[in-house]
């Protein structure tokens, strides 16, 4: 995420918390993705999913959020969107789940239009909604026992006005973006979820250790662009004047970075990428009162993926663009689909967005309280474009040092404001330059191409990161890392 109203001469780099560790665990690293990653959605009934840690929930800056013990494999949402620019809908989810221990019941966190049915492996099933009328506020508690090990398809449907879910450290409402029609544009829809907003939307287990593959449908009017994360499969008209869109996700990502946006929108197809000898196709979206200034940059992503792929490794999807609105918010690294607000259209910031496709997206959080895994390093990825660009990194170093004049703090956040304060963003990414500093351009390379492999749909903590470093590059490199997590001040 890139934030918009902290904007300064420096495009901005947001937020973050801080790690107070650091007993390193024993890591078994694995050399490729989960095996679900590779598979069709619809081939997918178990162990589509990484899970989520028995250690990891609750989580200490949402407590509320997920289900200790509940996997979410996979996600098959179908949403109808009758007129764009106003929140109402009706949507029709299927969960995937397994358990990773014995459950009383299922408990999915979920805000959004009021549910009509809900069934268990296709037959009814008892369930309460609650709002945060008692202790477990805004679940959908489904009252069936799971066995661990055991699998289950939940299909949930529901319909009327997507709200909210209001971040005042944001400062915004995450969840369903509704943007009204005006004389000069048509109504447009989007998603903007993160940290915990995709629960307004759909039900789901809404915390970044329980990544799941996606299967999104939508139906909107005939003439609507509808778009979402991943790949197109399909679309069909229908009699009744709409048409419906299919898009297949296969690799695990968190719930927030589901990226859904539909409008009146010109659709600009750019030429297609390889990175590792895998193909990427790039696709732009507009709407159409967008003029060409702000369109420019985007024909850079090609470049930008290509020279990111060179230091993180291969790119984790077959397909990317982003799609551009017109509200005031920050950038958002949904997943393959980035959500670009039109001031936010500049180089750099497509740049950090394009890096967290590998930072956060294909490489989950364990737990909110590493936002600056996520942060720092998509941070980073604008010094390393500034560099393949010809021009001096200097400048860029300089204002992250500056951004910190006021106070910094170790990287671990503690509280919801550190998640993407200056320190998750500009201190994790100066740690990142000091690393690099100390072992030199290849030995970095191959760190973080081992990360981002052996990592991949693993929820990842800082002490991963810290037990890969000492690891691949040694303990001197670990402990100057280290110095960087835990140190009050800068080191």
Same mark, same amino acid.
């Given at each position: 995420?890139?934030?918009?109203?902290?904007?300064?001469?420096?495009?901005?780099? *947001?937020?973050?918390?801080?790690?107070?560790?650091?007993?390193?665990?024993?890591?078994?690293?694995?050399?490729?993705?989960?095996?679900?990653?590779?598979?069709?959605?619809?081939?997918?009934? $178990?162990?589509?999913?990484?899970?989520?840690?028995?250690?990891?929930?609750?989580?200490?800056?949402?407590?509320?959020?997920?289900?200790?013990?509940?996997?979410?494999?996979?996600?098959?949402?179908?949403?109808?969107?009758?007129?764009?620019?106003?929140?109402?809908?009706?949507?029709?989810?299927?969960?995937?789940?397994?358990?990773?221990?014995?459950?009383?019941?299922?408990?999915?966190?979920? /805000?959004?239009?009021?549910?009509?049915?809900?069934?268990?492996?296709?037959?009814?099933?008892?369930?309460?909604?609650?709002?945060?009328?008692?202790?477990?506020?805004?679940?959908?508690?489904?009252?069936?026992?799971?066995?661990?090990?055991?699998?289950?398809?939940?299909?949930?449907?529901?319909?009327?006005?997507?709200?909210?879910?209001?971040?005042?450290?944001?400062?915004?409402?995450?969840?369903?973006? /509704?943007?009204?029609?005006?004389?000069?544009?048509?109504?447009?829809?989007?998603?903007?979820?993160?940290?915990?907003?995709?629960?307004?939307?759909?039900?789901? +287990?809404?915390?970044?250790?329980?990544?799941?593959?996606?299967?999104?449908?939508?139906?909107?009017?005939?003439?609507?662009?509808?778009?979402?994360?991943?790949?197109?499969?399909?679309?069909?008209?229908?009699? +009744?004047?709409?048409?419906?869109?299919?898009?297949?996700?296969?690799?695990?990502?968190?719930?927030?970075? @589901?990226?859904?946006?539909?409008?009146?929108?010109?659709?600009?197809?750019?030429?297609?990428?390889?990175?590792?000898?895998?193909?990427?196709? @790039?696709?732009?979206?507009?709407?159409?009162?967008?003029?060409?200034?702000?369109?420019?940059?985007?024909?850079?992503?090609?470049?930008?993926?290509?020279?990111?792929?060179?230091?993180?490794?291969?790119?984790?999807?077959?397909?990317?663009? /982003?799609?551009?609105?017109?509200?005031?918010?920050?950038?958002?690294?949904?997943?393959?689909? /980035?959500?670009?607000?039109?001031?936010?259209?500049?180089?750099?910031?497509?740049?950090?967005?394009?890096?967290?496709?590998?930072?956060?997206?294909?490489?989950?959080?364990?737990?909110?309280?590493?936002?600056?895994?996520?942060?720092?390093?998509?941070?980073?990825?604008?010094?390393?474009?500034?560099?393949?660009?010809?021009?001096?990194? $200097?400048?860029? @170093?300089?204002?992250?040092?500056?951004?910190?004049?006021?106070?910094?703090?170790? @990287?671990?956040?503690?509280?919801?404001?550190?998640?993407?304060?200056?320190?998750?963003?500009?201190?994790?990414?100066?740690?990142?330059?000091? *690393?690099?500093?100390?072992?030199?351009?290849?030995?970095?390379?191959?760190?973080?191409?081992?990360?981002?492999?052996?990592?991949?749909?693993?929820?990842?903590?800082?002490?991963?990161?810290?037990?890969?470093?000492?690891?691949?590059?040694?303990?001197?490199?670990?402990?100057? *890392?280290?110095?960087?997590?835990?140190?009050?001040?800068?080191?």
């Amino acid at each position: 995420m890139t934030p918009s109203r902290r904007a300064a001469a420096t495009p901005p780099v *947001l937020l973050a918390r801080t790690l107070a560790v650091l007993t390193l665990p024993t890591l078994i690293l694995t050399t490729t993705p989960p095996s679900h990653a590779q598979a069709h959605p619809a081939a997918i009934t $178990a162990g589509g999913a990484v899970g989520t840690p028995p250690d990891v929930l609750p989580d200490p800056l949402y407590p509320t959020l997920g289900q200790p013990g509940l996997d979410v494999q996979h996600y098959d949402v179908r949403l109808t969107v009758p007129a764009p620019g106003t929140p109402d809908l009706r949507s029709d989810t299927t969960l995937t789940v397994r358990a990773d221990r014995d459950l009383n019941d299922v408990r999915l966190d979920y /805000s959004g239009p009021r549910v009509l049915n809900v069934t268990w492996n296709g037959q009814p099933v008892p369930y309460r909604h609650t709002t945060g009328q008692d202790a477990t506020p805004d679940k959908l508690i489904i009252q069936r026992s799971l066995p661990e090990g055991q699998d289950a398809r939940i299909r949930v449907t529901a319909a009327g006005p997507a709200g909210g879910v209001p971040d005042p450290t944001l400062n915004i409402t995450l969840g369903w973006q /509704s943007v009204p029609a005006t004389p000069t544009q048509p109504g447009a829809n989007f998603t903007f979820s993160e940290p915990d907003g995709t629960h307004s939307l759909i039900p789901c +287990n809404d915390h970044p250790s329980d990544p799941a593959t996606f299967t999104t449908t939508l139906t909107v009017p005939r003439g609507v662009t509808a778009i979402a994360s991943g790949s197109r499969l399909a679309d069909r008209a229908h009699l +009744n004047g709409t048409h419906s869109v299919t898009f297949t996700l296969t690799t695990p990502v968190p719930t927030y970075a @589901l990226g859904i946006s539909v409008g009146t929108l010109d659709t600009a197809a750019r030429p297609a990428v390889e990175t590792a000898g895998q193909r990427v196709t @790039l696709t732009d979206y507009f709407p159409t009162s967008v003029p060409d200034t702000v369109r420019a940059p985007y024909a850079r992503t090609g470049d930008i993926l290509t020279t990111l792929s060179g230091w993180f490794g291969p790119y984790p999807f077959s397909t990317y663009g /982003s799609a551009v609105v017109t509200p005031d918010l920050p950038a958002l690294e949904t997943a393959t689909l /980035s959500t670009m607000p039109v001031r936010s259209s500049r180089e750099r910031v497509i740049v950090h967005e394009v890096a967290h496709q590998w930072f956060g997206n294909a490489v989950p959080l364990a737990s909110w309280t590493d936002t600056w895994l996520n942060e720092g390093f998509a941070t980073y990825a604008e010094l390393l474009w500034t560099q393949a660009q010809g021009q001096d990194a $200097a400048p860029l @170093l300089r204002s992250w040092r500056d951004r910190l004049r006021p106070g910094t703090r170790p @990287l671990t956040a503690t509280t919801r404001a550190q998640m993407f304060d200056a320190t998750a963003y500009a201190r994790g990414a100066l740690a990142l330059h000091a *690393l690099r500093t100390q072992v030199g351009d290849d030995a970095f390379r191959t760190f973080l191409h081992t990360y981002t492999r052996t990592r991949a749909g693993q929820p990842t903590r800082t002490e991963d990161l810290l037990h890969l470093t000492r690891t691949v590059l040694g303990p001197q490199a670990a402990d100057l *890392l280290n110095a960087w997590i835990t140190q009050p001040d800068l080191p």
